[in-house]
């Protein structure tokens, strides 16, 4: 059974910092990892989608990596802002008899960062 | 267009009631997702649709879950006989296809508070 597991489960951070998020998971046989925020009573925002054969993804101050063979992946989040407070997701994504994909999430890190 | 959309958001359920909650996906997506999340922990998968077809079904918790399709767009997921751990928030996700050996984008909805008490 797949495990993901995210280190630190919380951070927090002075502005302006870079930092870096932590994923490792189990059974190396997924199809993607996927990076997600979710702010407090509200639903996942998907923020990077990396795909099996990829080694990794940017989207802005927001760069994803993926080591495939050692069950790793990184989020690096550069000049951290107060707007970027939330927890962080880690999902990758396995596959379902008869086609498509579900994914299997770490617990989460909850980052905050201070003015 | 619009996102995922749930309802209702939030929903206090007296033990031993039926619940049904909604999804509606993002329009034309083929596969949809039902995932469950309890507080402080990573959502857990539920059940997947393609178009009309539940195709598995291995995380529903227990025989009091039941989740349908019927026109491929829409999709209910209702609890019989609520019981307290059953308290979570219900996450529906839908992507565009669903073909074997490829991993699509998912997007998620706001979530269905559930409270049992």
């Known amino acids: 059974k797949q495990e993901v597991t995210q280190i630190p489960a919380a951070l927090s951070v002075p502005e302006g910092e870079n930092l870096v998020l932590n994923c490792s998971f189990t059974d190396s046989a997924i199809y993607n990892l996927q990076w997600f925020r979710q702010d407090p009573g509200k639903g996942l925002t998907s923020l990077l989608l990396i795909q099996s054969s990829q080694r990794e993804q940017t989207s802005g101050r927001l760069n994803a990596s993926l080591d495939k063979s050692s069950g790793r992946s990184t989020l690096y989040i550069a000049a951290s802002q107060p707007g970027d407070s939330a927890t962080y997701l880690c999902a990758v994504g396995e596959g379902l008899t008869g086609g498509g994909n579900k994914l299997t999430f770490g617990t989460g890190t909850q980052l905050k960062v201070e003015l | 267009g619009a996102g995922v959309s749930q309802s209702p958001r939030y929903k206090v359920a007296k033990r031993g009631q039926d619940v049904a909650l909604r999804c509606d996906p993002i329009?034309?997506?083929?596969?949809l997702f039902w995932y469950q999340q309890a507080l402080g922990q990573g959502p857990e998968f539920l059940t997947y649709?393609?178009?009309?077809?539940?195709?598995?079904k291995s995380g529903l918790p227990s025989d009091r879950f039941f989740a349908e399709r019927p026109e491929g767009s829409v999709s209910t997921l209702k609890i019989q006989r609520t019981q307290q751990e059953d308290s979570a928030v219900y996450l529906c996700?839908?992507?565009?296809?669903?073909?074997?050996?490829?991993?699509?984008?998912?997007?998620f909805g706001p979530g269905t508070r559930l409270t049992v008490t």
């Open positions: 649709f393609q178009n009309e077809a539940q195709l598995d």
């Open positions: 329009s034309g997506h083929v596969s």
């Open positions: 996700a839908s992507s565009l296809f669903g073909l074997a050996g490829v991993g699509y984008e998912q997007y």
